[in-house]
């Protein structure tokens, strides 16, 4: 019996492989028997020829890897799909954002706020555009922009619309208010 130099256990003398751990041995030295092919007419070798493959242990970078992969994947991921709804993924730095809110009285005098809620000043042109409910028809302002509107500000823009009284008052029910007959809303122009 003989120590296998791997594992420390006892193995037979004419042992090729360790039978608890593995390991190819390398038999004896020159001066030990040949060690028969396994393969018809080829000729015996030295048992020192006979060379043990180099060790296959388990290594720890390749689960490593990958789970820093699958970790990183997985971060990317989580980043876009709030990135999204945070807007942390606006690539357009310094661009302005204006949000517009019209209001109208009844004879058609009327005004604009452009609130600017990005980080750069700009400007919005367009018209106000009120539409009837009741009849096909719609009036509008002519074409006005905000003019600069610095960040995190709003400008206050006046217009006024020609014969809203004949077209959204209802002359049969004076009670009813002419938002109930008609829309009003501002279309940009680019």
């Not at 994947?73 to 357009?92: I, K, M, N, Q």
């Not at 004879?107 to 409910?133: H, I, Y």
């Not at 302002?141 to 206050?156: A, L, Q, Y």
Request: with cysteine.
């Amino acid at each position: 019996m003989k120590t296998c130099p791997y594992c420390a256990e006892q193995i037979q003398n004419a042992a090729v492989k360790c039978r608890f751990c593995g390991e190819m041995l390398v038999l004896g030295d020159a001066h030990s028997a040949p060690v028969a092919s396994p393969w018809a007419g080829e000729a015996p070798r030295p048992a020192s020829a006979v060379v043990a493959p180099p060790s296959r242990k388990r290594s720890w970078v390749l689960p490593l890897l990958t789970f820093l992969v699958v970790l990183g994947g997985a971060a990317a991921l989580v980043y876009y799909a709030l990135g999204r709804d945070l807007g942390l993924l606006d690539t357009r730095k310094d661009q302005p954002r204006i949000d517009v809110q019209c209001t109208m009285n009844g004879l058609g005098a009327g005004s604009c706020d452009f609130t600017n809620t990005g980080t750069a000043s700009g400007s919005v042109c367009g018209r106000v555009v009120v539409k009837s409910n009741k009849m096909n028809g719609s009036k509008e302002s002519g074409k006005f922009c905000s003019g600069e509107v610095m960040p995190r500000s709003t400008k206050n823009v006046t217009f006024t619309i020609v014969g809203i009284p004949d077209m959204c008052f209802d002359t049969s029910q004076p009670s009813v208010k002419w938002t109930e007959n008609c829309d009003l809303e501002f279309e940009e122009s680019r």
